[in-house]
């Protein structure tokens, strides 16, 4: 990015808002990351949530792991307190037995099965990057094209933290949070006199980019930033860093290549599930990918304060966007006064592609 390139901030005019934001659920015709692979056991059962559907995560002794809906079809107890056998899962209570498709194919005292009123729904379900993914909208458009590609992820050259949390706030502040860099002086006491510089945007249908870059207007580098963008390629003269953030509903990205440098020093790819039925609550799952520096072992060495520095900056970001949760709560509605082109075309994507309030759920 040439420093004779930067442009001044469009007043670009993206329309009148059709729903209150903060009201909109999150489409369910994509494919979610649910659960850590890593905490559904062999043999075990998993309890998640995707926006107040409670679902069961199914990993069998052998095969593949499956997503059923988390009830018994006989007296609607909980299927994750059943019994993995075999490839099955057996209720914990009479032992109606289903498999990966939700049918029940054992009711051990009667042979009454074969009825759909006795199976129940199952979730087209894949793992991949160490997470379990769920389809939770229309069978139909579970394909393996609308599946996410995070090519950092299976990259070598990159290492991979996970963030895994929840934060009790509408999906869509996290969005707005992530986009608008004007909010360093949130990060202050960990990032230091940082000055964001906005620098263009982009946007379709169902997508919304912008690029920033960054300039030090007071004191040095924190450490923690220095380790995690590594040994730096000489920047030729009138070059500069770029960071690029991405919502491609209903994913999020961002992407930051130091000055000079072909690859990104830091390639992050995030999504925000809501856990309950109002959307007001979401399960934060990302994979934060940072390119090796020459000396590979470096990263591994200054890893755990990696750890520690991403996560006082996502502590910051987590307070700030559950107080935004509580203002609305209060409040009623979506009162923000946003002024950022970035945001409101970024409010213009989410809304447009979410599902409005009061739409009947079909699936
Ligand atoms: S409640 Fe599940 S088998 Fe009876
Ligand atoms: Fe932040």
């Known amino acids: ?35 850590r692979s890593k905490d559904v056991k062999r043999g075990k059962t998993r309890a998640v949530s995707f926006s107040g559907e409670s679902i069961v995560l199914v990993r069998p002794t052998k095969g593949k792991l499956f997503a059923l809906e988390n009830r018994c079809a006989h007296r609607q107890v909980p299927l994750d307190i059943g019994k993995v056998s075999g490839c099955t899962i057996k209720c914990g209570y009479h032992g109606w037995e289903y498999d990966a498709n939700g049918d029940c194919i054992s009711i051990p005292y009667l042979d009454a099965r074969k009825t759909t009123r006795n199976n129940v729904k199952h979730y087209p379900s894949k793992e991949a990057y160490g ?16 599946f996410p590609n995070v090519p950092s992820a299976t990259n070598p050259k990159y290492k991979t933290r996970y963030l895994d949390r929840t934060v009790d706030c509408h999906y869509t502040f996290m969005h707005e949070n992530l986009m608008d860099m004007n909010h360093q002086f949130l990060h202050r006491k960990l990032m230091g006199g940082i000055k964001t510089m906005f ?27 220095k380790f995690m963008l590594g040994d730096r390629p000489k920047a030729a003269p009138g070059e500069r860093d770029l960071m690029t953030i991405r919502t491609e509903y209903p994913y ?30 979401n399960h934060t799952f990302g994979l934060m990918m940072i390119r090796r520096p020459k000396i590979s072992l470096l990263l591994d060495i200054f890893w755990p304060f990696i750890v520690w520095f991403t996560n006082g900056i996502f502590k910051e970001d987590r307070i700030i966007c559950e107080l935004e949760q509580n203002a609305f709560d209060n409040q009623g509605s979506d ?13 213009k994507v989410l809304i447009e592609n979410g599902v409005a309030p009061n739409t009947p759920n079909t699936n």
């Open 1 to 35: 990015m040439s420093v004779e390139n930067v442009p001044e901030v469009p007043q670009i005019e993206f329309g009148e808002e059709v729903a209150d934001i903060r009201k909109t659920a999150i489409d369910p015709n994509f494919w979610y990351p649910i659960a």
């Open 252 to 281: 999020q990205t961002l992407k930051f290549w130091t000055a000079g440098s072909e690859e990104p020093a830091l390639d992050l790819w995030n999504i925000y599930v809501p856990i309950d039925k109002e959307n007001r609550k």
């Open 335 to 347: 009162l923000n006064n946003e002024v950022f082109p970035a945001i409101k075309g970024l409010r």
């Open 199 to 225: 620098l263009g945007m982009r946007h379709g249908s169902n997508w919304f980019e912008s690029d920033y870059t960054f300039t030090r207007a007071t004191g040095s580098q924190p450490l923690g930033e």
């Open 131 to 146: 997470l379990v993914f769920i389809f939770p909208g229309d069978i139909d458009k579970a394909t393996d094209e609308t």
